[in-house]
């Protein structure tokens, strides 16, 4: 660079002039660090008692780069109205879930991950298989109902609706500008599809849809910021390795959202997993999993955890988070 005084005196003075201008924008932007947010236009009573958004719902969120985006207040939002939920459903809690028979304790197991999860603490991205009555969908919509009762917006809905909503109000797939679905599934903080597997994945034009929505829901389930993750949860009666595209079926089992298991002895549906060196099987010894050829592993729920499951490979380091 130049020194300014080897400059023509008309582009010293208009170096000085532009320094000038970045050295007063730099005052005026010191403290600008973290979004500051701006009332919409007043559509409702204003509410004084809300410093967020005044009692209107939405407001307006700028960040120091200038981005501006809406968002919803979720201190005066009735989350009940977007769950997807009956009247009675919106009042489950992971309690609802009543271990009767429950010889391999997989009920109890349900329930430690239902509060792991409403804590926020991990397992945003998982897919829960088996079979019909084993109380798959009702520990999903005490999740649901629950998250909505804390001000966290939610939805439950089913497979075949999530698909519906690809093709916009005509029903037909090339009306590419107008897939409703897609944005609103991408945007909804917590979601939990049910039926996943009765999806028509083998549509490239339903499949195209499916992947933009999961694709943009899977990196926000690795945010730290309690603000921009989200949850996602797919509940399916058949093995993802029999319906799941090979992108979403890596996502599903690399073990990154599988739960450590706290308490002092491990259950009987999480004493036995895959071991992701040889194949064999590692096995619990009253610590934690081992396996014949060495290797080891502390005692997680790893989706599925019921049974022995080709497609699962927990390999990856269980991510964990700090709330929402």
Not at 83 to 108: C, M, Q, R, W, Y
Not at 151 to 170: A, C, N, P, Q
Not at 224 to 242: A, E, F, H, V
Request: charge should be positive; proline fraction near 6%; include cysteine.
């Amino acid at each position: 660079m130049r020194p300014l005084a080897d400059l023509l005196p008309h582009n010293q003075e208009q170096v000085k002039e532009t320094l000038a201008r970045q050295r007063e924008w730099a005052e005026k932007r010191r403290n600008d660090f973290s979004p500051t947010s701006q009332c919409t236009k007043p559509k409702k009573k204003i509410n004084e008692e809300c410093p967020v958004c005044k009692g209107q719902v939405l407001y307006l969120v700028q960040y120091p780069n200038g981005r501006m985006e809406m968002q919803t207040c979720t201190r005066c939002a009735d989350t009940s109205k977007t769950s997807g939920l009956s009247e009675f459903e919106l009042n489950l809690t992971i309690d609802s879930i009543v271990e009767i028979g429950d010889k391999t304790g997989s009920h109890a197991v349900l329930k430690a991950a239902a509060q792991y999860i409403i804590d926020g603490r991990g397992a945003t991205f998982i897919n829960v298989f088996g079979t019909t009555g084993n109380a798959k969908s009702l520990w999903a919509k005490s999740i649901i109902a629950t998250l909505c009762r804390n001000g966290i917006l939610s939805h439950y809905t089913r497979g075949r609706t999530v698909e519906k909503s690809l093709f916009g109000d005509s029903g037909d797939e090339n009306a590419k500008a107008n897939r409703p679905g897609v944005d609103f599934y991408s945007r909804i903080k917590a979601l939990v599809i049910d039926e996943a597997h009765a999806m028509n994945w083998r549509s490239p034009w339903v499949a195209s849809g499916l992947q933009e929505i999961l694709d943009s829901r899977y990196e926000a389930s690795m945010q730290p910021s309690g603000r921009k993750r989200q949850l996602t949860i797919l509940i399916s009666q058949i093995d993802p390795k029999d319906w799941a595209p090979d992108w979403l079926l890596d996502r599903l089992r690399q073990g990154s959202h599988a739960i450590p298991w706290t308490n002092s002895e491990a259950p009987l549906c999480l004493q036995e997993r895959p071991c992701p060196r040889c194949g064999g099987t590692m096995r619990y010894n009253g610590k934690w999993l081992a396996c014949e050829c060495g290797h080891d592993r502390d005692v997680e729920i790893f989706f599925p955890f019921r049974d022995m499951a080709d497609s699962a490979r927990p390999i990856m380091p269980v991510v964990t988070h700090g709330g929402w």
